[in-house]
């Protein structure tokens, strides 16, 4: 499944978003959605382009995990908004998914190197 797709932008894999918001909250603080979306697309230099149901489906899955929080506030524009915060089972979670992407990265970036066989 393909998240957030727009041409000449990262297709993201299922999963990938969802750790994209824990990390981005880990080290924020408590943010609203607009506020991790516009984050992350600035984070991923404008690669990753998110639009307002791809990020709050993903704000939905990661509450009922359990791993972030939400209570409502007032954003900097005086408007009513759900603040969302990582939990502590987030935070475990996210040290997780940053343990197996540095493994995957490692690997991806040993197969890439092998250079191509002579025939």
Known sequence: MVWGYHMNKMELLQGTLDVMVLQTLSTMGSLHGYGIARR???????????????IYASLVRLQQRGWISAKWGTSENKRKAKFYTITRAGAKQLAADAAYWQRLTGVMERVFAVPAEES
């Open 40 to 54: 992350i697309e600035q984070v991923s230099g404008n690669q990753v382009m998110l639009n307002q149901g791809t």
